[in-house]
């Protein structure tokens, strides 16, 4: 059974494939490319399913596949390589999963739209997917940064799918450039850990020496490793921030947030992929692949915990006011990865990779379901001119409802499993020896309450209510292509919590919370359990239970859907109805701020036009002036010099005679003083 | 080795038999206007004479060195590689003569001026000793001044002959005292012996004149400053074909002549105590770059132009002895030297050749002559386009391999600011052969220029140049361990 794991970089490889094929072949073919991105997609996926039944049959595999900088004479190895684990396995079925109900979904609604640029669309889908695919299975920092920044390139193509409008090529270039910022930090961090540790391996099975492990050593003081006149933890910390850098820059998290409304601009199948299981995932996906280093600095985890709930906070309140419904999704994109990243950074691995998963799901479900809503009002999105769509797609309806009830987190959608668990994890690690983290914990918990209303506010607009505009009463109908992946995911979503239904597993003493058996269990080094050691023993992290366990797990979850039912209720309330009015006057200033995304826009804007552009435009001058300078300078001073040159030569033969003569005396008395001839 | 052994100067032979063959069918048919048997007697045989020193540089004739007439030839495989420029650039120039002299009176006497120049500078190659040295290079010298002056009734063209000739009896007269001033110090002319004695000889401050002044007689002859005032005048006055043959071929002999005696008769470990001459070539070196590109970049007359950038590339050829400290691999920099030379005498007289042919068809001498003379005549501003570019070091022709060596080597000697000096230099020389280019190819043309005619042989001689000088970038890969290995024995 191990040999299966030989085809594992066929996973990205057939992608690939359908890449090279879409991009030279797609015009010729029936569907412009799609169908060989269905196949290979499909192939991927039951590749990845192989990949975690070898997994759970206890075969966690790692092996390099080339070699590209290495030998005697360098110090470190780069290296291609594969790891396969409880996580990247995982990882590899959520991707493929997501991946291939987009592209059946994109036959719906780019296909059947008569969209121009298939064979490109396709393309650039395939390549996306390989490069996500890649990066999950890479078994090194360096491999996995090399992806990640293809997959920045693909989302990058993709926004800017419809580059002849004004906006997309414009989204584009801020996703492309504000991820960059990041990825700066995330580039000198993998420096820094070659630096240090001479390797960049993430560990697995067989491998000798990775980072990860080799820091815990340092900290023990077991290993040397170069920190730079730093203490190994404060090193440590520095660099997992270097590399936080990156994770924030493309899971939109604050401050770098503001690139993922825009990127609303791609097509929708798009925004489904990058928002449920590619590119803002990679982000998340790091610090999990990478925890053993992360839960080695408390200040680093306070500082992911702490981003991650302000920025769920944050994200969720500017969700409140938005009009398109795309926009609502994108605003619940980085409010939700806040919550992983608040699991993450509160010591709730566990929680964080399911709330990934979970949201991996309904998320790809919503922005499917917005995709048919929007092909059926022929693509406007705002959704004060949709309503009463409930009885015209049914079928886009409760799917729909099921993702947004996960999304609000109403028990028993999967949403509510995950979100509980994150927030209960987070608790009772600040109840312990870490106050700090109840404060990310408090505003986790209030972003819940803004959760529900915005969710409710959304589906009661879109699908309740009476019609609000002609094409609301007349929509466009939608086919199975569309149907299909809506209703895969609609019960998915529904019943996905079943893999870790901790609390019950709690009250009733039953074994179900696998995912938790199931991360428990990886490689050596690489499992929840020794993540758990490493947070008690080297972060200080400890659980506490004023409650008691079962009490403390109770009331938390309580708290949560209480919020998240006050929430909904709230936007129930408000949009009920027929014909629901805007709420968002009695806001007062707090509208206008709100709606302008508190600024942000803005300063970033600064920061680029206002700051950035003035010290180029600087350099700029120092340029021309003193550069260009110099070098004009030196041209006129040599023709000048050239000019006088050629004014030597007189034409008179007497006169070169004598410079003649002049010069070999120079020569022969120069000589003769340095060298002492006439001594 | 060879037997008889005096067949080992048979390039030499050959250049100077055929230079008799053409005086006698000039004795039978004085003034004979039979021009192709006369132009095709001197390509045949200066063909021939590259034929038989590329054949001995293969077989490995000159290796170990066969010693003629005891020491005062010494065939070689340095003496051999020099002769193979010589005779290809006079074959060259034989070949364009041909239509440049369309209709000239003299004719006859031109191609045994030309065939008896080279038998000097292929003897200069070979000298053993320093008085043969000094009458081949007069041998070489006395034919070229009456070829410069050789367009009677053209002013600028006596006046230069006459420059030329003063100019040189002056160097000539210091060359000789030169010698004479080292026979003074080491008793001996013949090269090998003069190398023995002057270590650590008795009077420094003789010898050190000596030293210097048999150099000024090879900076003559490579018109390397100060001695190169001859040099723009001369070119620019002489018929074209001639400016071709003094600038590669005659700049060559200087610089056979420079290598062998400077390396073989003053080692300079041994001298350097009564005279640096290497930091003299250094200074020279420096200087002639310098002051060539600067004052070839402000002229507005092509071929002066290029008189001057022949200056200048006498600079670069010079780092061959100027890198030669000791430190490093002598024979590398000696031997881009002469590859150098090589190359430079198949683009130089190309470019040459090409001024030849626009002066054939009466285009003006400045740059503005030239405005669009590709629209007319594609095929020969794509070889000045080849030339141009590949005497600025642009991996279009062999300049850019030889360079790359003259510096490469100029580095690992140890005098890289030598290096840096000649690559600035280059990217001076850059500027102003591009000119020419821009003004053939995307200036608009000007009026009243008529191209009608091609001339099949001169345009044949300039293609051939540019050929080689292409064939050469990738060819000298092969080539240039023949410079090397000869570098290398005439060193150790």
């Known amino acids: ?679 | 080795m060879i037997t008889p052994e005096w067949a080992a100067a048979a390039p030499t032979l050959v250049l100077g038999v055929t230079a008799l063959v053409l005086f006698a069918f000039d004795s039978i048919d004085p003034e004979s206007s039979n021009n192709p048997v006369l132009a095709g007697i001197a390509v045949v045989g200066s063909l021939a004479a590259m034929g038989v020193s590329v054949a001995y540089l293969v077989a490995g004739v000159g290796d170990p060195a066969v010693e003629l007439y005891g020491g005062q030839l010494v065939v070689d495989g340095m003496a051999l590689f020099f002769q193979v420029i010589f005779t290809s650039v006079t074959a060259l120039v034989a070949l364009a003569s041909y239509d440049y002299l369309e209709d000239m009176r003299h004719q006859a006497e031109y191609y045994i001026l030309l065939l008896l120049a080279a038998t000097g500078m292929s003897l200069m190659a070979a000298a053993g000793s320093l008085a043969v040295g000094f009458v081949a290079l007069e041998l070489a010298s006395l034919p070229s001044y009456g070829l410069v002056a050789f367009l009677k009734q053209n002013r600028g063209s006596a006046e230069a002959g006459l420059k030329y000739f003063l100019i040189g009896a002056l160097s000539s007269a210091v060359f000789a005292y030169g010698i004479s001033l080292v026979y003074a110090v080491s008793g001996s002319l013949l090269i090998d012996a003069v190398a023995g004695s002057v270590r650590n000889a008795g009077q420094p401050g003789v010898l050190g004149v000596g030293v210097l002044m048999v150099l000024g007689g090879f900076a003559f002859k490579t018109a390397s400053v100060p001695f190169h005032f001859w040099a723009p005048e001369a070119y620019e006055g002489a018929p074209a074909p001639i400016s071709a043959f003094l600038s590669s071929a005659s700049k060559a002999a200087g610089f056979a002549l420079a290598f062998r005696v400077m390396t073989v008769a003053f080692p300079i470990e041994g001298v350097v105590g009564a005279v640096d001459w290497v930091l003299a070539v250094q200074v020279l070196a420096v200087v002639t770059m310098t002051l060539g590109n600067f004052a070839a970049a402000t002229q507005e007359n092509v071929k002066r132009m290029l008189a001057y950038s022949s200056v200048g590339h006498a600079g670069y050829v010079l780092i061959g002895l100027a890198a030669l400290t000791g430190t490093g691999d002598g024979g590398l920099v000696l031997g881009a030297g002469m590859i150098h030379l090589l190359v430079y005498g198949f683009m130089n007289t190309g470019a040459f050749l090409f001024i030849a042919l626009a002066e054939y068809w009466g285009v003006g001498r400045t740059f503005a002559d030239y405005n669009g003379l590709a629209r007319r005549a594609p095929l020969a501003c794509v070889a000045m386009t080849v030339f141009m570019f590949s005497l600025a070091g642009l991996p279009v022709g062999g300049g850019f391999v030889s360079k790359y060596y003259l510096f490469a080597g100029a580095v690992n000697a140890g005098v890289w600011w030598l290096a840096l000096v000649g690559a600035v230099n280059s990217a001076l020389s850059l500027f102003y052969y591009s000119r020419v280019v821009k003004a053939m190819w995307i200036e608009e043309p000007a009026e009243g220029v008529d191209v009608s005619s091609y001339p099949s042989t001169l345009y044949a001689a300039v293609i051939t140049a540019a050929v080689v000088t292409v064939v050469l970038l990738p060819a000298l890969g092969l080539f240039s361990g023949f410079a090397f290995d000869a570098a290398a024995a005439v060193l150790f």
């Open chain 1, 1 to 679: 059974m191990a040999e299966i794991t030989a085809f594992a970089p066929a996973i990205a490889v057939l992608p690939f494939v359908s890449f090279l094929v879409a991009l030279f072949a797609g015009k010729y073919l029936p569907k412009k490319g799609a169908l060989a991105g269905i196949l290979a997609m499909g192939g991927s996926l039951v590749l990845s399913l192989l990949m975690l039944y070898t997994v759970a049959t206890g075969h966690a595999h790692q092996s390099t596949l080339y070699t590209w900088v290495g030998g005697e004479a360098v110090p470190y190895e780069l290296t291609f390589g594969i790891l396969l684990d409880q996580l990247s396995t995982l990882m590899l079925v959520i991707v493929s999963l997501i991946s291939f109900l987009v592209h059946v979904f994109s036959l719906g609604y780019m296909n059947d739209e008569d969209e121009g640029g298939l064979p490109r669309y396709y393309a650039e889908l395939g390549l996306f997917s390989a490069s996500m695919l890649g990066f999950v299975f890479a078994d090194n920092l360096l491999m996995a940064f090399m992806f990640f920044e293809l997959v920045g390139l693909c989302s990058y193509l993709l926004i800017g799918f419809w580059f002849r409008e004004a906006g997309p090529p414009s989204a584009a270039k801020k996703a492309f450039l504000v991820t960059r910022f990041g990825d700066y930090f995330f580039l000198v961090g993998v420096v820094a850990v070659f630096a240090t540790f001479g390797t960049a391996a993430f560990g697995g099975p067989g491998v000798e020496e990775s980072f990860p492990h080799l820091a815990e050593l340092a900290l023990d003081g077991e290993a040397s490793v170069n920190t730079f006149g730093f203490a190994p933890r404060t090193w440590f910390t520095i660099v997992g921030l270097l590399v936080l850098g990156g994770v924030m820059g493309k899971s939109a998290q604050f401050p770098f947030h503001t690139w993922l409304p825009d990127a609303m601009e791609g097509p929708t199948p798009v925004s489904a992929l990058i928002h449920a299981a590619t590119m803002v995932a990679a982000g998340v996906y790091l610090v999990a692949r990478m925890y053993g280093f992360y839960a080695l600095s408390p200040t680093a985890l306070a500082v992911i915990a702490f981003v991650g709930g302000f920025t769920a906070l944050f994200a969720a309140t500017m969700g409140v006011v938005k009009r398109e419904i795309k926009q609502v999704l994108a605003y619940s994109t980085i409010s939700q990865y806040g919550y992983i990243m608040l699991a993450l950074g509160g010591g709730g691995y566990v929680a964080g990779v399911f709330h990934l998963t979970t949201h991996a799901v309904f998320k790809a479900l919503l922005f499917l379901g917005a995709g048919s809503v929007i092909i059926a009002m022929h693509h406007n999105e705002n959704m004060w001119d949709m309503g009463g769509l409930k009885e015209e797609m049914p079928v886009t309806y409760y799917a729909f409802l099921s993702g947004s009830l996960a999304l609000a987190g109403i028990v028993p959608f999967s949403g509510f499993w995950s979100k509980d668990e994150v927030l209960f994890e987070t608790l009772i690690h600040g109840l312990g020896d870490s106050p700090l983290l109840l404060g990310a914990y408090a505003m986790g918990l209030l972003a819940v309450f803004f959760t529900g209303f915005y969710t409710f506010r959304m589906v009661l607009l879109t699908f309740h209510g009476e019609p609000r505009s002609d094409t609301a009463r007349d929509p466009h109908g939608v086919r199975w292509k569309v149907k299909g992946p809506l209703a895969v995911l609609g019960a998915l979503a529904a019943v996905a919590g079943v893999i870790n239904l901790a609390p019950v597993a709690e009250l009733t003493g039953a074994h179900i919370d696998f995912l938790h058996s199931w991360l428990f269990h990886g490689p050596e080094g690489l499992n929840g359990e020794h993540y758990e050691e490493l947070l008690e023993g080297v972060a200080g992290y400890h659980a506490a239970y004023p409650l008691g366990e079962t009490l403390t797990m109770l009331a938390s979850a309580a708290v949560s859907l209480g919020l998240a039912l006050a929430g909904a209720g709230l936007a129930v309330a408000l949009y009920r109805g027929p014909e629901p009015v805007e709420h968002t006057d009695k806001l007062g200033a707090l509208k206008t701020v709100l709606f302008n995304n508190y600024y942000q826009d803005e300063y970033q804007v600064w920061l680029a036009e206002g700051l950035t552009a003035r010290v180029a435009r600087a350099a700029d001058t120092v340029d021309v002036s003193i550069v260009d300078g110099v070098v004009n300078f030196v041209s006129s001073l040599s023709l000048f010099t050239g000019d006088r040159l050629r004014r030597v030569q007189t034409g008179i033969v007497s006169n070169y005679a004598a410079l003649l003569t002049l010069g070999l005396t120079l020569l022969l008395v120069a000589f003769g003083v340095m060298q002492g001839w006439f001594l």
